[in-house]
């Protein structure tokens, strides 16, 4: 059977700057593998446990996962991508997104 994924998490903060580069980003993906989409505000716990942390194990927001329905939750994107001029580029984050799920996706189906 082939792997699905079974819900995007976004792990945000309202007042953070890249709060809707992410939304966004989120919101496609999950349109793209018609995958509910749940937000949650500085979950910092969640993040500890499944996002990227930085070498005192402290995580930060934003940061989107995806929980597979195997129960797997893989990082889709812990960080933006940004251009030669250090600004934001939605459609490579959305590439680099994607082939982080896809992958994710064709291990598990290879498992």
């Given at each position: 059977?082939?792997?699905?994924?079974?819900?995007?998490?976004?792990?945000?903060?309202?007042t953070h700057p890249l709060n809707?580069?992410?939304?966004?980003?989120?919101?496609?993906?999950?349109?793209?593998?018609?995958?509910?989409?749940e937000i949650r505000e500085e979950d910092y716990m969640y993040l500890i446990k499944y996002g990227d942390t930085d070498e005192l194990g402290m995580a930060w927001v934003p940061q989107l996962l995806a929980e597979l329905d195997s129960g797997e939750v893989i990082k889709v994107l812990t960080?933006?991508?940004l251009d030669s001029q250090g600004n934001v580029n939605e459609d490579r984050d959305l590439q680099v997104s994607l082939e982080n799920i896809r992958k994710a996706l064709a291990k598990q189906d290879a498992a």
């Open positions: 059977m082939l792997s699905k994924v079974k819900k995007l998490v976004l792990v945000t903060s309202k809707k580069h992410f939304t966004k980003i989120a919101r496609r993906l999950a349109e793209e593998f018609s995958a509910e989409l960080q933006p991508n």
